[in-house]
């Protein structure tokens, strides 16, 4: 059984924080992923691996979040502003950290570069005040940037092993660019179910590691290889708001 925090009476969540100490806050997005997959697809990827997540460590799920920044200027995306995020991640941290849980997992399933540099540094600042955090998109700890795509194959795959019922390939544009298709990564037409699940079995059992064998050491230094990952993109839009960096990313898409 899951627990979750907005079910739960406060003997119930004293006993948690006793007996495992582990929250866990997924992250969602309203954001637009082309015409095959729905807005919400982040969320709902985040969702349900926060729960399996939840299972495994007996850790208390959060309900998600949907409040990202810098999602992809199309005319029906939803963002708040970075600073906005920033001060709800923070928050959320500090009130997690205060009540007495030891360990926080921030499942995010929107991958914007500023988005997740925003994680990173929130989750090393509260690390060196004595909160164990991890935070990453579900795939993202295995460290295989090609399964961080963007309504692609793999994504959509995804989505194929959780929701079929909300993916419709038959609406895939041509040609597969971000402004015309959504896609940023591998065609989805190659999504296969099967594939995905096998990979967020690995994903998974990473998390589960991390959790049980905490490394704050080896969770920092995580971060820095994940912010080496994107360091192109920094460099080129380091000068810019995350919010104008977003902008001028898309503008030079086709």
């Not at 997540?53 to 502003?81: D, F, I, K, Q």
């Not at 609406?171 to 989805?188: F, M």
């Not at 998390?207 to 290889?225: A, C, G, K, L």
């Amino acid at each position: 059984m899951i627990r979750r925090y907005g079910e739960m009476k406060p003997d119930q969540v004293q006993r948690a924080i006793q007996e495992a100490g582990v929250a866990i806050l997924p992250i969602g997005a309203l954001d637009w992923h082309g015409d095959h997959l729905p807005y919400g697809v982040d969320g709902i990827l985040a969702e349900s691996f926060a729960e399996r997540l939840a299972e495994r460590v007996n850790g208390v799920l959060l309900p998600t979040l949907y409040a990202p920044m810098t999602t992809l200027p199309e005319a029906h995306s939803l963002c708040v502003r970075s600073e906005t995020f920033r001060g709800l991640v923070f928050d959320h941290l500090n009130s997690l950290k205060s009540i007495g849980f030891r360990t926080v997992c921030i499942v995010t399933g929107h991958y914007a570069q500023g988005h997740l540099v925003e994680l990173y540094e929130a989750a090393t600042a509260f690390i060196g005040a004595e909160l164990y955090v991890i935070a990453a998109a579900p795939l993202e700890v295995l460290e295989e940037d090609s399964l961080l795509d963007h309504a692609g194959k793999w994504e959509t795959a995804q989505m194929l092993a959780l929701r079929p019922d909300l993916v419709d390939l038959t609406r895939v544009r041509e040609p597969l660019t971000p402004k015309n298709s959504g896609v940023l990564g591998d065609d989805p037409r190659c999504a296969n179910a099967e594939e995905a699940r096998k990979v967020i079995e690995q994903a998974l059992d990473l998390w589960v590691n991390w959790i049980e064998q905490p490394d704050r050491r080896s969770i920092e230094r995580f971060y820095v290889r994940r912010i080496k990952a994107i360091q192109d993109y920094l460099e080129e839009y380091a000068a810019l708001s995350w919010e104008q960096a977003v902008r001028e990313w898309w503008d030079k898409r086709d």
